[in-house]
């Protein structure tokens, strides 16, 4: 092995040196017969060794083993051990070396493999397999074991030999203890080359110290040799008692102390005595406690040394709680303290503060220590400063395993205080430890409240937020915590809007699973509908409403919302149009639809409900008129049932256009979107869609002109059947009077309104006379108390009706058309309403249809009579207005007046006639009065000169005859 690949090579190489006629190098007696070496690097090494007759005078029961470092390669050593051969009849010995870099192979390892099993029994002759294997530091480590202990006394002697002449050669015999032992403690303390019960030859290879038991004469001994005993008076009296301490702390822990050269050991002899005083004096010392003056400056100086700070970092851990925290409290008084004493102080306190037991002593000890922890200026110095911190707690963790949540809490909070930790480092903190989710409810919702405990409830929250998905058992116990602890919403309230939602989302995640869309569990929705319902009163629940829609069917989400109108659009209701259209064809009752159709109602009064949806649904359905006439009564069908057909049916028509229902009939749909209605009708019997339509169309000031149109699709006889149904007037309204007999859409103006252009055609409807068996309309309409059209739509304010109904903004902005005057005669449908034949009542006559008006027989008093009859008709007086979209336009209509209207109107016609009278005669009875025939004076003027007569002037014959 060359020296430069030696240097590469961290490899433990074996050469075995035996007695043999023929060796490895090609000649007879002691030479290398196994090696893991190449040729070139054994040939080396045989010479460096002295082909392996390095060792002589041994002894037959005790090895010599020792570590030998060459003088001509510095960074190179080698362990040996020489064995007699006990069946040599020449005395010969085998030497097994182990070759190998100087940093890897010490003297303190060789005297530790004295019993290692790697060794060859000794023995002559070549060996079966020359080729042996390359060896393992750590192996080798492994495999080290301590010889015995020595006597510390005979240890302190030879020690004191040494560092009186460093660079002297020392032969130690006649030691009392076991020569392994004494040299392994002196290879723990100097790091130099030594061998036991051997007597080296080789000049290059000699070791500084050779220990035996006997006084050997030594076959060439050095001029530098010195043979002593621990017996010989030892110098360095002055050091006995240092040099005594630093022995006894090897001796304790031999495998820790870290071997020196004789000459740095010897420098330091000056700080043993701050050894023996111990760490605590001398730090009150460097912290100017209790001493001042020159003494201050050696203390600092020897804990600014290697040494010091070696000895000081183990000597922390034998502080006091007491100790530490006085060292605390003057550790500013020393400005220029080195980094890794204050390292070594932090983690003293660390693990003295940091404990489940909570005294008053520990509580001062984290007040005085929190100034060790002050941020410093860069991230990695920061991170040096809390690993102790995180070291103690993970370890504490992991012993307290029966610990409960609060006292695992009440240890974070006090990691927190004392190394003010901030949000994010308690987060990595409760990472580190996997605190599981329930138990960071637990803490979060136990430090909420305290001004004082954010930043630690920030960290518990954020590490909340980083959870990962959990297990159905751990969904559970989240669950649990979260519906004990509120969701968390006093805690989330000192958050910021976007990171509030973040943190809630994720307790939802974490609670009942991520969301999915269109697989949510019911029963999990149902669940979390009850716990939210629960906090609605909170603040912060409007604002976390849209989150917790993600894990809520629709039917949930309209519960909350029908709980909580406040909530508005906050609340995300997409999908309801489809669902509540589910709900309504699984409706097994009209109740039961008509509850539904109310919680449509209350979405559209809130904005919530979408409307082009809603309409595609409707025109989907054919807006549930097979459901809904399912429903009737067939014996009675304009009873109750019917009834609430009509009026789902009229409010489905207002949801579906898009507008609002209006709450009193104030407004009517336009006769365009009536229209598009009418052609979605499917069962004309009973006509619940038609009269549905009517009631849509129709406003509570009186019937228009789409409304009138509907009524005159349908027969006389059967318009008139539907006014004896009281409740199906009140919700419809009463049909138009039909008076003379005549139907409602013969009847015409007898002149336009101002401004208004006449529509009707100059062709009349034909007349109807009636059957004699019938009284005349204007009886009927005596008999029958006429319903008011201003009334409540609502027939049943207890059960059909919505009792809070809010009003539409903007009042009637989608009010009726501006027309609604009577229809006119061409929009009168003579054709009878449905398909099938009408039934009548058996106690009434059919009524029967007149021929047309072309057919009957005209006289010369028919225009006369004509006139008459639409004078007769036109009451000016009786209309009423009608509230439409511009205030300023109104509208009149002219329903019939009863037999005291007529009256009224033929009194005051009568008494405008006699005064119109009254007036001409006392007109012209004052111009005949005037005149000069009947004996008025003439003036004096006119009696002495009367006037010639002029050409133009008329005579007196004339003039008289025109009197």
Request: aromatic share 8%; hydrophobic share 40%.
């Amino acid at each position: 092995m060359s020296t430069t690949r030696g240097e590469r090579d961290q490899r433990i190489h074996q050469v075995v040196f035996r007695w043999t006629d023929q060796h490895l190098l090609g000649g007879r007696g002691i030479g290398p017969v196994g090696t893991s070496l190449g040729q070139r690097d054994l040939a080396w090494w045989s010479g460096l060794l002295d082909n392996g007759d390095l060792v002589g005078l041994l002894h037959p029961d005790r090895p010599a083993l020792g570590l030998l470092r060459p003088q001509s390669r510095p960074g190179m050593a080698v362990i040996v051990r020489a064995d007699a051969v006990p069946t040599s009849s020449r005395g010969s010995h085998q030497l097994h070396a182990l070759v190998g870099t100087a940093d890897v192979l010490t003297a303190r390892l060789a005297l530790g493999l004295r019993d290692w099993d790697g060794w060859l029994p000794p023995a002559d002759g070549s060996l079966a397999d020359p080729q042996l294997p390359a060896l393992d530091p750590a192996d080798l480590e492994a495999a080290s074991t301590l010889p015995g202990r020595a006597d510390p006394q005979e240890v302190a002697a030879l020690l004191r030999h040494v560092l009186r002449h460093p660079d002297y050669h020392f032969h130690f015999a006649g030691a009392a203890s076991d020569p392994y032992a004494l040299g392994h403690a002196l290879a723990s303390l100097l790091d130099v080359s030594l061998i036991v019960e051997g007597d080296v030859q080789a000049a290059a290879v000699q070791p500084r110290i050779a220990v035996t038991v006997e006084k050997t004469h030594l076959r060439i001994p050095p001029a530098h040799w010195y043979r002593k005993s621990p017996a010989s008076r030892a110098p360095l009296e002055d050091w006995a008692e240092d040099i005594g301490y630093l022995v006894e702390q090897v001796l304790a822990a031999p495998s820790q102390a870290t071997p020196r050269r004789p000459q740095e050991l010897l420098q330091s002899l000056s700080h043993l005595r701050y050894q023996r005083q111990g760490l605590y004096r001398l730090l009150r010392q460097a912290l100017r406690i209790d001493t001042q003056g020159e003494e201050v400056a050696k203390a600092r100086r020897y804990l600014a040394q290697d040494d010091g700070l070696r000895w000081a970092q183990g000597e922390f851990t034998t502080l006091s709680l007491s100790e530490t925290t006085e060292l605390c409290r003057f550790w500013r008084d020393w400005p220029s303290m080195p980094e890794q004493l204050t390292a070594f102080l932090r983690s003293r306190v660390a693990s003295l503060a940091l404990d489940w037991e909570d005294t008053p002593e520990l509580d001062s000890l984290r007040a005085a220590g929190q100034w060790l922890f002050t941020s410093p200026s860069s991230a990695h110095k920061r991170s040096e400063q809390i690993r102790p911190v995180f070291d103690r707690i993970a370890r504490l963790w992991q012993e307290g395993q029966g610990r409960s949540t609060i006292d695992r809490g009440v240890l974070l909070w006090h990691a927190r205080q004392l190394a003010d930790l901030s949000a994010t480092e308690v987060q990595a903190l409760v990472e580190k430890l996997e605190v599981p989710a329930a138990h960071l409810i637990v803490l979060a919702a136990h430090y909420t409240g305290d001004p004082g405990t954010r930043e630690f409830r920030r960290g518990l929250l954020g590490a909340l937020q980083q959870c990962a998905t959990a297990t159905q058992d751990h969904q559970e116990a989240v669950r649990a915590e979260l519906q004990e602890n509120g969701f968390l919403l006093e805690a989330l309230a000192d958050e910021t809007a976007e990171r509030r939602r973040e943190l809630f989302g994720s307790l939802l995640v974490l609670g009942y699973g991520p969301p999915q869309a269109g697989q949510t569990d019911p029963q999990l929705s149902r669940q979390l509908e009850q716990e939210l319902t629960r906090v609605g009163g909170h603040p912060l629940f409007h604002s976390l409403l849209p989150i917790a829609a993600r894990h809520l069917t629709i039917a949930s989400r309209l519960r909350i919302w029908r709980e909580f109108p406040h909530v508005g659009n906050a609340l995300p209701l997409d999908g309801a149009s489809t669902y509540l259209a589910g709900r309504l064809l699984r409706a097994q009752t009209v109740e039961e639809f008509l509850q539904t159709l109310r919680l449509l109602f209350d979405l559209r009064c809130t904005g919530a409900l979408q409307v082009h949806e809603f309409q595609q649904v409707c025109q989907e359905h054919e807006y549930f008129q097979e459901k809904l006439y399912a429903f009737r009564d067939t014996k009675d069908p304009y009873g109750e049932a019917g009834l609430d057909i009509i009026f789902a049916l009229a409010e489905l028509m207002w949801l579906a256009s898009g507008e609002m229902p209006p709450e009193d009939r104030e407004r009517a749909l336009s006769e365009k979107k009536v229209r598009e209605l009418e052609r979605e009708e499917r069962f004309p019997d009973p006509p619940y869609f038609r009269l549905a339509l009517i009631r849509v169309s129709a406003t509570h000031w009186g019937h228009t002109a789409t409304s009138e149109r509907l009524w005159n699709s349908f027969p006389l006889h059967l318009s008139e059947h539907f006014r004896r149904y009281p409740g199906l007037v009140q919700l419809v309204g009463a049909p138009p009077v039909a008076e003379t007999g005549r139907r409602w859409g013969a009847r015409r103006k007898l002149w336009p309104r101002a401004g208004e252009e006449s529509t009707r055609n100059t062709s009349e409807a034909p007349s109807l006379p009636l059957d004699p068996s019938h009284p005349a309309v204007e009886d009927r309409d005596s008999e029958i108390k006429s319903q008011d059209l201003s009334e409540t739509p609502h027939r049943d304010a207890g059960r059909a009706a919505t009792t809070y109904r809010l009003p539409e903004p903007g009042g009637a902005a989608h009010g009726a058309d501006d027309n609604t005057t009577v229809v006119a005669d061409e929009e009168w449908d003579a054709e009878p309403y449905g398909t099938g034949p009408r039934q009548h009542r058996s106690d009434e006559a059919p009524l029967v249809f007149a021929p047309p008006a072309a057919a009957r027989k005209r006289t010369w008093l028919s225009p006369v009579v004509e006139g008459w009859h639409r004078l007769r008709r036109f009451r000016p007086w009786a209309g009423r207005t009608t509230r439409t979209r511009k205030p300023e336009k109104q509208s009149f209509t002219y329903p019939g007046l009863g037999p005291w209207a007529r009256t009224a109107l033929a009194v005051v016609a009568a008494v405008l006639i006699i005064l119109a009278v009254i007036a001409l005669i006392l007109y012209f009875s004052f111009r005949l009065l005037n005149s000069p025939v009947n004996g008025i004076p003439q003036s004096s003027q006119s009696v002495s000169a009367p006037p010639a007569p002029s050409p133009t002037s008329p005579s007196l014959s004339s003039e008289e005859t025109f009197r």
